[in-house]
C-alpha cells in the first residue's frame, strides 16, 4: 500500500499517533515537548477523529503532577489515556507512574527526553530524565528517529493494551522532537490493524464502576505488600516477547522491520558499540562508513530498554564481540555507571555466571555523551571506535567535551567527515523576526513532499528574545538521511542578515566549490569591497559562488516590511536548482496559498509579489582575485572586562563554547552577575537620541525602558570636566538635591533593542514640531561610537546618595542605578521594568527566587545574565530552583535569614560588653525603615565587624568560635528583601498551592506576579490568568472562564499586603506599591500587569494597552495594606476610575482577543458580553470594598457615639 | 397623503431611510428601523482599507514572533480558517435580508479599483437590493489636479455599475469645481442614484496633547441647506434619483428636500441623538403636515421648489449669496 509522505517534525509525528489511537489527554506544556500538546489540542479543536470515529478530549492541567494524576483517573476509569512531556514534567509524574504500572494499567507517555536541570537548567536533550523514571515499572521504548517516533508510538500502544505494562516512549528532545523529516505517515487503517479492539475492550472492562463495584488503591501492611509487588512479575517477563510479537505484527503490515535490540555492522565485528536515541542513527552512519572500510565494527541499537530482555540482548551481539562500548546520554554522578552500562555489564555477566554466554567475556567499557544536546558526531564515533582498539580503553569516559580535570574525555579528530557528496548540506543564518526558519520549514515541506529526495531540517537558536539569532541547518538528497548532528561542511550558505557576516565566521563552514547568497542593501558593483577580510579570503579560496539580493529592499516594495521570509526562500530555490524555475516558483506560491491562505488574500498576493520582484533582484557577483579588505581584530568583550568574562563568557558569546574545557566551568554552578553589560550586541537600527531642548525631565522614559538602556543622572557642575564634547546635559530644573546641578539622559545604545517605548511615553513635544519629543528615533550606526564614548562617561558620574531620593516619586525613583541590566528579554517586554524597579528600590540588599519561564531565561541563561551589582560590589543575588516550588524556595531564604538574624543578635547579646552596648542597641534598635536606616546600619556593622576583627586576636576557645560565628552572620543584620518572582503560569498555576502557603505563612517575603496572562515562555498556552474571551493555546477557541482573581483571594487571609499595579496606567501607584510591600513585615503579593508578545500588539505602543485595561475597568489598580488596620483605616484602596471605556474597546488592540472575532464571529461576540458583565461585577464589588469600614473603625464610631 | 416613493427602481413606503452608520450593524437595530417605519436601510460601510488593515494586522501579530525561540514555534493556536475578508459583512446582509422585508442597500468604500469591484460583486451575491458607494477621497496630494480625482471617480463608478446589475447609487461630497458636471459624469458613468452629500469627519487638536484627535460630531439641521440648494439645482438636469443625506432630524427637513426634488431623506445623527422610534414620530409628523395642508402625496410635492419650477431660479446660485449677505443689515 503507498502511503503518503510527509515532512513533520518529532512531536508531529507523536502527537499524531498517539492522538488516533486515544479518547483522553491531559497534558501541561514544557519544553521541547509542548508542541505534542498543542497539536492535539489543535486537532481536538477542529474535531479531528481517532481511529474509532470519536474526537479525544484534551485538557490542560495546572502542572505535569495534575496531568499525570488526570491521566490515572481516566485510565482508571477505562479511557485510553495519553500525556506528553519532558525533563521535570516527567519527574512530577513518577508518583502516579508507580501507582499506574502498579495496577498494571496500559497506557503511552511519549516523552521528549530533556536533561534534568542540575547546576542549571537546560532545555535541550538528554535521557536524565527517563532514565529517573526507571524504576516505576513503566516499560521503556526508545525512538532514533522521527519516522521510528511514529512507528513506535504505535508499536508501544499496541503492546501495552496486551502487556497491561505502562509505557514511557521516549525519543530526543529537540534533536528527535524539533528535526523536520520526510516520513511516511501511517494510514488509520494501519493504525486500526495494529490495535486489538478486544484489548482495548478488557482496558475499559477494568474500569471502576458502581455496577460492578470494586476498590483499587488500598493501603497494606507488612503482613502482605511484598507479595502483592511480586504478583506483576509475570507481566514483565512477557512484555518483551509481547513486543517482539507487535514488532513483527507492525513490519508485516507497514514493512518496517523493528526487534527489541537491532545490530548494525559486519557480521564478524569485534568492536560494538550500544546506544539508543537519536545519537544511534550517526552511529550506524559511521558503522556503515567503516565497515565500507573493512573495518570489524557493529552497533546495537537498543529499543526495548525496559523491561531488559538479556536473552533478545545476548542474541543480536555476534559472537565475535571482543569489545563493548554502552554509550550513556545521561549522567548518574556517584555510580559505578551510567545506567544502561550497568544492564549491559550485568546482562553478560549473568549469562557468563549461568555459563552459556556465546561469546567469550567482552571488555566492556561505558562513555557519555551528548548531554544537553551536546552534538555527537561521527569524528566522536570514530574516536570512540578508536579508543576501543586499545589494549586498555578508557571507560567511564566522556566524548564531545574537553574534560581537563577527571580526565574523562576521549580525543578525536574533528576533521573526520563522512557527509556524503550527493546530499545538499545548507546554512542558514537568520534572526528570529525576520522568519527564516518559518520558511525554511517550509522549504523542507516543498522539497520533501515535491520531490523524491529524503530531507531533513534542524532549527538552532540562541537564548535570547531580542534579537536572537537562528541558525537552519537543511539536508536533502537521494541518499537516507541519518545525520543526527549540525552541518560543518556546507556547500550552501545563505546569510539573511548583513550584519551577521560581521559577528559570525559563517564561511569557515562552506566547502569548496559552495554557494554563498547575501542579503545587503549594497549594489553589486560596490559588495565586494563591503565584505570583511575574512569572508573575501574565503570566497577566493574555496572558490566560491557569490549571490547577492536586496531583501530589505523587495520586502518593502512588497509590502512584507521586514518578513524578508518568503524573498530569500525564492533566491534560495533560484539558486539551488532543485526545480526548474517555473515549478519552483509554482510550488513555492502553492506553499505560500496553502499557509498564508486563511489570513486572507492580500497576504497571499504580498507574498506573491515578493515573489515575483525577488528574481529579478538577485545577482550573481563575480568574485574578484584578490582580498581588498584588511584583517581587523576585535575583541568579543572588552579588555576591561573581568577575566572570566574575557576567557569563558566571550567564547560562548561568540559560539565557541564547546571548545571550553571542564576546568573553565564553575563547579556548583555559581557565576558572576553583571555580565551582559559586556555583551555589547548592537541589535537595535534605531535608537532613542535624547533632546535637552524639549525635555521636562519626567524620568518617564527611564522607567519603562524594558533594557536599562536609558538613564537619568543629576550631578554637578565638576563632573563635566572630562566629558566627551558631544556629551549632552541641561540644568537640574528641580533643587531637591541642591543648587545649580545638572541633568543628564544616556542611552546605552549598544545595549538598546529599539522597542521606542521610551519615545511612545514621552509626554513632552516639541513646540514647533510636534511630531519630536524629548527623545526621538535615529539610526544607531551613525551614533554608535560618539554614543558609546558618551555612555562609558555617563557611568563614571557618581551615583546620587540613595539615603536622600524621594523614592515615591518616580521621577526621583529613577536616578537609582538599576542592577537589572540590557537583559535578552523581548524587545518592548512589559515584565522588566517591574524586575528592573526592584533592583533600582531594593537591589543591594535583595535576595530573588525566580520562578523558572521567561523571567528565569531572560534573567539567568548564559551566556551573560543581566542582574549587576553597584559599585560597593552589592546587588541582587539570584537563583532559580524549579517552575513548581518558587513561593516555597524564597520562603527558604527567608527562613535562613531570619535564622542568622536570630543567632547573630543573640551572638550580639552575649558579647556587649566586649562590643560595647551603645553599638549593639544602634543596631538591635533601627528599624531599618528607609535608605537612611539601612545606611546608618550599614555603618553600624562596619564598626560591629570592625570590632569583632580586634577581638578576634584576643579571645579564644568558645569565645573565638563565637566571634567567627558572628563575624559570617553580621551582613544579616543589615535588612535583607526577599522577592519571589515568577510568571502567573507559576502563580496561578503550577506553583499556586505553594504561594498559597508561603502568603499564609505570615513571613517578610514580596512576591511579584509578572502576569502576561498566559505561559510566554512556552509559547502562549492558557493559564487561569487569561482572560475571558481571550485566545490562547488550549483556549483557541476563547476562554471561556473568567481569570481566577489572585489578589482577591491572598486578601482574604487580611495579613496579606496586596497591589495590583500597570504601569503603562499609573507609575506612581506602582512605585508606591513597590515601597509598601517591601516595607510591610509580613508577606506582599504584587500583581503586575506584564503586556507580551503573546498578546498580538505593538510591544513599542503597548503601554496604552496597559492603560485601557485599567480604563476599561478589567484591570483594577488597588493597594490592600493590612497596616491601615491598625490605624482603622479601610485597607483596601481603589486606585483607578474604572469602566471609563467599554471592555471591548481595550480587548479590540489585541490579536489575542480579535482574532476570536475572525475565527469564531458568534462566540467572541458571546464572551465579549461575558467578559464585559466580568468587568462590570468586578467593578461593584471592588468599589463596595472601597467604601467598606473596618470592624476597628465601627467600634470606635460606637465608642464616640457612647462618649456623646 | 400618500407617501410611497421610488428609489433607484425601488418601490418604498415613505421617503425615510436611515442613512449608512452604526445603527445598522445589529440586525435587532434593522428590525426596529422596520418596525418603525424604514423604508429601506443602508447598512454600515464595508471599508476596504480595514479589511486590508486587520488581514496585516492578524498576519503580522500571529506571525512575527514565531520561530523566533527555541522554547516557543509560535505564540497562538491555529485557530483554523479566519474570517478576514469581507465575509462578516456579506453575512450580515444576507442575515438582514432574511431578518426584514425592507430593501437593504449595502455601501461601500474600496481603495483599488479591484477591491470596489470585487466586493460590489459579492455584496451584490449576498443579496443587497441596491449598492451605494461611498467614495470618500481627500484631495491632499499637490501633483494631483482635480480633473484627475474626477477621473478616478468615474472610473469607480464605470468599473462597479458594469460589473452589478443591483442600483448604484454614488454618495459624493459637495467639494467639486463643477458639481453639477461632475454629479452628471457619475450618472453617465452608470449610477442611479446621487447621495448627497457625504459629510467628511473634520479632525481636531488636541492642545494639552498636542495632538490631531479624531472629532466626530452629528450633523445639525442647518446642513440641509447644502442639500437643498444642490438637489434643487440637479433635479431636473441629471437623469438620476437623488437622495439627501446629512442634517434631516424633522419632517420640515422632509419636506424641504423632498420639495426640492429628493427621492429620499436618509437619517443617522437624529436617531443617534433621538433613537430608531425617532422615524416614526417624524412620519407622524409629516403626515400630518400634509394632510393639514391638503397634499395627495409626496410626489406631489416633489421637486415643486426645485431649480426649474421656483419663479427664481438664481435663489439658488450666486444671487442667493448676496441675499444672505444683505439679509444680516
Known amino acids: 500500500m503507498e502511503r503518503k509522505k510527509v515532512t513533520i517534525d518529532g512531536n508531529e509525528a507523536a502527537a499524531y499517533t498517539a492522538y488516533h489511537i486515544n479518547e483522553v489527554i491531559a497534558i501541561y506544556p514544557i519544553t521541547p515537548s509542548s508542541n505534542m500538546g498543542e497539536w492535539t489540542d489543535a486537532w481536538s479543536a477542529n474535531g479531528m477523529k481517532n481511529i474509532w470515529n470519536d474526537v479525544p478530549s484534551v485538557t490542560e492541567m495546572q502542572s505535569e503532577g495534575g496531568a499525570s494524576g488526570a491521566v490515572h483517573g481516566a485510565l482508571q476509569n477505562g479511557a485510553l489515556t495519553t500525556t506528553f512531556t519532558s525533563s521535570q514534567g516527567l519527574l512530577l509524574m513518577i508518583p502516579n507512574m508507580f501507582k499506574i504500572a502498579g495496577e498494571l494499567t496500559s497506557t503511552v507517555f511519549n516523552i521528549a527526553a530533556r536533561s534534568i536541570a542540575a547546576q542549571a537548567l537546560s532545555i535541550f536533550g538528554d535521557h536524565s530524565d527517563v532514565m529517573a523514571a526507571r524504576s516505576t515499572g513503566f516499560a521503556m521504548l526508545s525512538s532514533n528517529s522521527v519516522q521510528e517516533i511514529m512507528d513506535m508510538a504505535l508499536i508501544a500502544q499496541a503492546s501495552t493494551l496486551e502487556s497491561r505494562i505502562p509505557f514511557i516512549h521516549f525519543f530526543d528532545g529537540f534533536r528527535s522532537s524539533h528535526e523536520v523529516k520526510k516520513i511516511e505517515q501511517l494510514s488509520l487503517d494501519d493504525m486500526r490493524e495494529m490495535i486489538d479492539d478486544e484489548l482495548v475492550l478488557a482496558h475499559r472492562g477494568r474500569a471502576m464502576s458502581p455496577d460492578n463495584p470494586f476498590i483499587r488503591g488500598t493501603a497494606q501492611n507488612p503482613d502482605v505488600f511484598f507479595q502483592a509487588r511480586e504478583t506483576v512479575n509475570p507481566f514483565y517477563i512477557k512484555c518483551p516477547e509481547i513486543v517482539q510479537k507487535q514488532m513483527d505484527k507492525f513490519a508485516k503490515i507497514v514493512g518496517r522491520k523493528y526487534h527489541l535490540f537491532d545490530y548494525v555492522g559486519a557480521p564478524d565485528a569485534e568492536r560494538i558499540t550500544i546506544i539508543m536515541g537519536s545519537g544511534a542513527e550517526a552511529v550506524e552512519e559511521t558503522v556503515e562508513y567503516l565497515t565500507s572500510q573493512q573495518e570489524k565494527v557493529g552497533m546495537l541499537k537498543v529499543r526495548l530498554y525496559r523491561p531488559f530482555s538479556i536473552e533478545h540482548f545476548i542474541n543480536a551481539l555476534p559472537k565475535t564481540v571482543k569489545t563493548i562500548t554502552v554509550l550513556d546520554r545521561t549522567k548518574e554522578p556517584g555510580a559505578n555507571g551510567e545506567p544502561m552500562y550497568l544492564d549491559v555489564v550485568n546482562a553478560i555477566t549473568e549469562r557468563f555466571m549461568e555459563g552459556n554466554l556465546p561469546f567469550e567475556f567482552p571488555k566492556i567499557i561505558g562513555g557519555r555523551y551528548g548531554l544537553s544536546s551536546k552534538e555527537f558526531t561521527p569524528a566522536m564515533i570514530k574516536g570512540i571506535y578508536d579508543e576501543m582498539k586499545k589494549e586498555k580503553p578508557k571507560n567511564h569516559f566522556t566524548i564531545g567535551i574537553m574534560d581537563d580535570v577527571t580526565n574523562t574525555s576521549l580525543d578525536y579528530n574533528p576533521e573526520f567527515s563522512i557527509e556524503p557528496e550527493e546530499t545538499f548540506r545548507g546554512k542558514f543564518y537568520g534572526l528570529g523576526a525576520d522568519g527564516t526558519v518559518g520558511a525554511n520549514k517550509n522549504s523542507i515541506k516543498i522539497i520533501g513532499e515535491g520531490t523524491d529526495y529524503f530531507a531533513q531540517g534542524y532549527f538552532v537558536y540562541d537564548s535570547k528574545k531580542s534579537g536572537s539569532t537562528t541558525i537552519s541547518h537543511l539536508r536533502f538528497g537521494p ?185 573553565q566551568m564553575p563547579n556548583d554552578g555559581t557565576y558572576m552577575t553583571g555580565t551582559t553589560k559586556w555583551e555589547k550586541r548592537n541589535i537595535a537600527l534605531e535608537v532613542p537620541v535624547w533632546d535637552p531642548d524639549v525635555c521636562i525631565q519626567c524620568n518617564k522614559c527611564v522607567i519603562v525602558c524594558p533594557h536599562a538602556t536609558i538613564r537619568a543622572k543629576v550631578y554637578t557642575e565638576d563632573q563635566l570636566k572630562d566629558a566627551p564634547k558631544d556629551f549632552k546635559y541641561m540644568k537640574f530644573k528641580a533643587k531637591d538635591y541642591g543648587e545649580d546641578l545638572l541633568y543628564s539622559l544616556q542611552v546605552a545604545v549598544e545595549d538598546c533593542t529599539g522597542c521606542k517605548i521610551c519615545v511612545d511615553v514621552c509626554p513632552a513635544k516639541n513646540k514647533s514640531e510636534t511630531r519630536l519629543k524629548a527623545i526621538n528615533m535615529h539610526e544607531q550606526l551613525p551614533l554608535r561610537e560618539t554614543e558609546r564614548k558618551n555612555w562609558d562617561f555617563f557611568l563614571s558620574i557618581p551615583e546620587l546618595d540613595r539615603t536622600k531620593v524621594n523614592m515615591t516619586k518616580v521621577k526621583d525613583s529613577q536616578f537609582l542605578e538599576p542592577l537589572f541590566e540590557f537583559s535578552g528579554a523581548c524587545s518592548g517586554c512589559g515584565e522588566t521594568p517591574y524586575v528592573k524597579l526592584v533592583s533600582q528600590m531594593f537591589g543591594d540588599r535583595t535576595l530573588v527566587a525566580n520562578a523558572t ?352 | 397623503m400618500k407617501l410611497e416613493t421610488k ?323
Not at chain 1, 551 to 578: D, L
Not at chain 1, 597 to 615: C, H, L, P
Not at chain 2, 18 to 39: H, V
Open chain 1, 479 to 663: 541518499k537516507e538521511i541519518k545525520s543526527t548532528y549540525l552541518i560543518d561542511r556546507a556547500n550552501f550558505i545563505a546569510c539573511h542578515q548583513t550584519v551577521f557576516i560581521e559577528k559570525f565566521d559563517m564561511l569557515e563552514d562552506a566547502i569548496e566549490g559552495a554557494t554563498f547568497l547575501l542579503n545587503t542593501q549594497v549594489p553589486k558593483e560596490k559588495v565586494w569591497d563591503s565584505l570583511p577580510h575574512k569572508v573575501q579570503s574565503d570566497l577566493i579560496k574555496k572558490k566560491m559562488n557569490l549571490y547577492i539580493i536586496d531583501a530589505y529592499k523587495v520586502a518593502q516594495a512588497t509590502g512584507m516590511g521586514a518578513r524578508i521570509n518568503t524573498i530569500m526562500q525564492t533566491c534560495f530555490f533560484a539558486i539551488s536548482n532543485i526545480f526548474k524555475k517555473e515549478k519552483a516558483i509554482e510550488l513555492i506560491k502553492s506553499s505560500i496559498k496553502k499557509t498564508y491562505g486563511s489570513k486572507g488574500d492580500k497576504i497571499v498576493e504580498m507574498n506573491f509579489a515578493a515573489v515575483d520582484q525577488t528574481i529579478e533582484n538577485l545577482f550573481k557577483v563575480d568574485i574578484p582575485e584578490k582580498v581588498t579588505n584588511k584583517a581587523v581584530d576585535t575583541n568579543t568583550v572588552s579588555e576591561n572586562a573581568p577575566e572570566f568574562v574575557r576567557k569563558v563568557t566571550a567564547r560562548m558569546i561568540e559560539g565557541k563554547g564547546d571548545s571550553l574545557k571542564v576546568s
Open chain 1, 853 to 1204: 519561564g521567561c523571567s528565569s531565561i531572560y534573567g539567568g541563561n548564559l551566556p551573560t545574565t543581566p542582574w549587576s551589582a553597584n559599585k560597593d560590589g552589592r546587588g541582587p543575588s539570584w537563583n532559580n530552583s524549579l517552575f513548581e516550588d518558587n513561593a516555597e524556595f524564597g520562603l527558604g531564604f527567608r527562613l535562613a535569614i531570619d535564622k542568622h538574624i536570630e543567632h547573630a543578635e543573640t551572638l550580639l547579646k552575649t558579647y556587649s560588653n566586649e562590643l560595647g552596648s551603645e553599638l549593639i542597641e544602634n543596631i538591635l534598635n533601627n528599624k531599618q525603615k528607609n535608605e537612611a536606616d539601612i545606611y546608618e546600619q550599614r555603618g553600624y556593622v562596619d564598626i560591629l565587624n570592625k570590632k569583632l576583627k580586634d577581638l578576634l586576636g584576643s579571645a579564644s576557645g568558645q569565645k573565638n568560635k563565637d566571634i567567627n560565628q558572628l563575624i559570617s552572620l553580621s551582613n544579616y543584620l543589615v535588612k535583607k528583601s526577599v522577592w519571589i518572582m515568577g510568571g502567573d503560569g507559576w502563580a496561578y498555576d503550577i506553583g499556586y498551592g505553594g504561594l498559597d502557603h508561603v502568603l499564609a505563612s505570615g513571613k517578610n517575603v514580596n512576591v511579584l506576579v509578572l502576569d502576561t496572562e498566559v505561559y510566554s515562555n512556552t509559547g502562549g498556552q492558557m493559564s487561569k490568568a487569561t482572560p475571558r474571551a481571550a485566545v490562547a493555546k488550549f483556549a483557541a477557541a476563547g476562554k471561556p472562564g473568567a481569570k481566577k482573581d489572585l489578589g482577591m483571594m491572598a486578601m482574604s487571609y487580611g495579613n496579606v499586603y496586596v497591589a495590583k499595579v500597570a504601569l503603562g496606567a499609573n507609575d506612581t501607584q506602582t512605585v508606591r506599591a513597590f515601597i509598601e510591600a517591601e516595607a510591610y513585615d509580613g508577606p506582599s503579593l504584587i500583581i503586575a500587569y506584564s503586556h507580551c508578545i503573546a498578546h498580538g500588539i505593538n510591544m513599542g505602543l503597548a503601554m496604552h494597552n496597559q492603560k485601557a485595561a485599567v480604563d476599561s475597568g478589567y484591570w483594577q489598580l488597588y493597594r490592600y495594606n493590612p497596616e491601615l488596620v491598625k490605624e482603622n483605616k479601610n485597607p483596601f484602596k481603589l486606585e483607578s476610575k474604572g469602566l471609563k471605556i467599554p471592555f471591548k474597546d481595550f480587548a479590540y488592540m489585541e490579536t489575542r482577543y480579535k482574532m476570536l472575532t475572525k475565527s469564531h464571529p458568534e462566540r467572541a461576540k458571546q464572551l465579549m458580553i461575558e467578559a464585559q458583565n466580568d468587568v462590570n461585577e468586578k467593578w461593584n464589588m471592588y468599589q463596595q470594598m472601597n467604601s467598606f469600614k473596618p470592624l476597628t473603625e465601627e467600634k470606635s464610631e460606637e465608642k464616640e457615639e457612647v462618649k456623646k
Open chain 2, 7 to 329: 428609489y433607484l427602481g425601488l418601490k418604498l413606503k415613505n421617503p425615510i431611510v436611515p442613512s449608512a452608520g452604526p445603527l445598522s450593524k445589529e440586525i435587532d437595530d434593522i428590525k426596529k428601523m422596520e418596525d418603525c417605519e424604514a423604508a429601506a436601510v443602508v447598512l454600515y460601510s464595508l471599508f476596504e482599507e480595514q479589511i486590508e488593515h486587520e488581514s496585516f494586522e492578524l498576519y503580522h501579530h500571529t506571525t512575527v514572533h514565531a520561530n523566533s525561540h527555541a522554547e516557543a514555534t509560535n505564540y497562538f493556536p491555529d485557530a483554523g480558517n479566519y474570517t478576514t475578508g469581507p465575509d462578516e459583512y456579506l453575512e450580515h446582509i444576507k442575515k438582514a435580508k432574511d431578518a426584514v422585508e425592507i430593501p437593504i442597500i449595502a455601501s461601500l468604500n474600496g481603495k483599488l479599483l479591484g477591491g470596489w469591484t470585487e466586493y460590489a460583486k459579492k455584496i451584490e451575491q449576498a443579496g443587497a437590493d441596491a449598492l451605494e458607494l461611498n467614495i470618500y477621497k481627500i484631495a491632499a496630494d499637490v501633483n494631483k489636479s482635480g480633473s484627475d480625482i474626477e477621473k478616478t471617480y468615474i472610473e469607480i463608478v464605470k468599473a462597479v455599475t458594469s460589473t452589478v446589475k443591483i442600483p448604484v447609487a454614488v454618495k459624493l461630497s459637495p467639494y467639486f469645481s463643477s458639481m453639477s458636471w461632475m454629479a452628471n459624469q457619475i450618472v453617465e458613468a452608470g449610477a442611479k442614484g446621487l447621495v448627497l452629500f457625504n459629510r467628511f469627519y473634520q479632525p481636531d487638536i488636541d492642545l494639552e496633547k498636542l495632538e490631531v484627535v479624531p472629532n466626530v460630531v452629528l450633523s445639525t439641521p442647518e446642513m440641509i441647506r447644502l442639500r437643498v440648494r444642490w438637489i434643487a439645482i440637479l433635479r431636473d438636469n441629471i437623469k438620476a434619483d437623488l437622495a439627501a443625506t446629512g442634517g434631516v432630524y424633522t419632517e420640515k427637513d422632509i419636506l424641504k428636500l423632498i420639495m426640492s426634488g429628493a427621492q429620499v431623506t436618509q437619517m443617522l445623527s437624529a436617531l443617534l441623538k433621538f433613537g430608531i422610534e425617532h422615524i416614526k414620530e417624524v412620519l407622524t409628523k409629516l403626515i400630518y403636515w400634509g394632510e393639514e395642508h391638503e397634499y395627495e402625496s409626496l410626489d406631489q410635492m416633489r421637486g415643486s421648489i426645485c431649480y426649474k419650477n421656483v419663479t427664481d431660479p438664481s435663489q439658488f446660485e450666486r444671487a442667493n449669496y448676496m441675499n444672505v449677505l444683505n439679509s444680516y443689515k
